[in-house]
């Protein structure tokens, strides 16, 4: 059987079994399935090396949240998914919750992919080559900077918990409360750079597999490892300075008379600090990418 007849149905394939399995263990809705099945079809269509991070990404962050939440129950603190808390959050808008972040979120980043697909005609992976195409190598450098940053968030804040360090506001360098998003331990910040490399990996060697470029753009994407580990801290870093100017991420269930303010004003939620982190570490590394590829 010819190859070409079986290789566009390998992305539908895999989006369908990891649809099914999130779903049958009960960590999305049927809506929030068939979303993922969608999104993930197009971005393998728009690129092996897209699909390869997602998955990357998907499954680190699944295994470390799950591990995550039973060592915040064991301390005492409520958790949600990716390791965001907002004090404003309960269980019945949980789900609207997730569905606002998709929206906003994954849905921009989607955009980024099928943009490579069409400019790539949605056949062979391109090179990061900046004098081939400036406009496709932003493109990439920007979903690299997504994956690291979204990586970076979420694994220094699974992993961070685990740090016998008492977690530090980046403004101020004041020891605030264990579990406590927008605050930096040793361990966040070496996970978050553990992340970024990661990402930067996993395109390297998709990019070997499913790529033809010349000898010196091979070495040249290289680059992309120390590229997205700091896209990766540039998120972090972000994402902690965000949440220090917002009140609203408050740690406990109502603010009250003997709730002492940590930092922050009433600016943003806690999930809009994770977009607001996302789209301006994709932002920056889309710009600063043709610089170094």
């Keep these: 059987m010819d190859i070409t007849l079986i290789q566009p ?15 049958r263990r009960k960590s999305i809705e049927l809506s929030g ?34 591990d995550g939440k039973v060592k915040k129950r064991r301390i005492g603190f409520d958790s949600k998914e990716g390791g965001q808390r907002n004090r404003n959050t309960d269980a019945q808008r ?15 980043f989607t955009a980024l992919s099928v943009l490579v697909g069409i400019l790539s005609d949605w056949e062979e992976d391109k090179c990061l080559d900046s004098n081939e ?34 977690p530090r506001l980046i403004t101020n360098f004041e020891p605030i409360l264990r579990c406590t998003n927008g605050a930096v331990t040793k361990t966040g910040l070496r996970s978050a750079l553990a992340a970024g490399t990661v990402v930067g990996l996993t395109f390297v ?17 290289l680059s992309v490892i120390p590229f997205s580990v700091v896209a990766g801290l540039v998120g972090k870093v972000s994402y902690v300075l965000c949440w220090e100017q917002s009140f ?22 806690n999930d809009d600090v994770n977009l607001v982190s996302v789209q301006l570490t994709t932002l920056i590394s889309l710009a600063a990418c043709v610089y170094v590829f």
């Design 205 to 221: 060697l998709a990019g070997m597999t499913t790529t033809s470029c010349i000898d010196i753009m091979v070495m040249k994407e």
């Design 94 to 108: 949980m789900s609207e919750i997730e569905r606002t972040n998709f929206r906003r979120n994954d849905l921009n």
């Design 248 to 269: 609203n991420s408050a740690v406990v269930a109502k603010p009250g008379a003997t709730v002492r303010k940590i930092a922050g004003r009433d600016y943003l939620d």
């Design 9 to 23: 149905w390998i992305p539908v394939l895999i989006s369908s079994v990891i649809a099914i399995r999130s779903f």
């Design 33 to 66: 399935a068939l979303a993922v099945f969608l999104v993930m079809t197009i971005r393998f269509a728009a690129g092996d090396w897209i699909g390869a991070m997602f998955l990357v990404f998907f499954f680190t962050s699944s295994k470390l949240t799950e």
């Design 133 to 166: 195409s400036v406009l496709i190598t932003k493109l990439m450098g920007g979903i690299i900077g997504h994956y690291s940053c979204s990586n970076a968030n979420s694994l220094s804040s699974e992993i961070g918990i685990n740090s016998r360090d008492r």
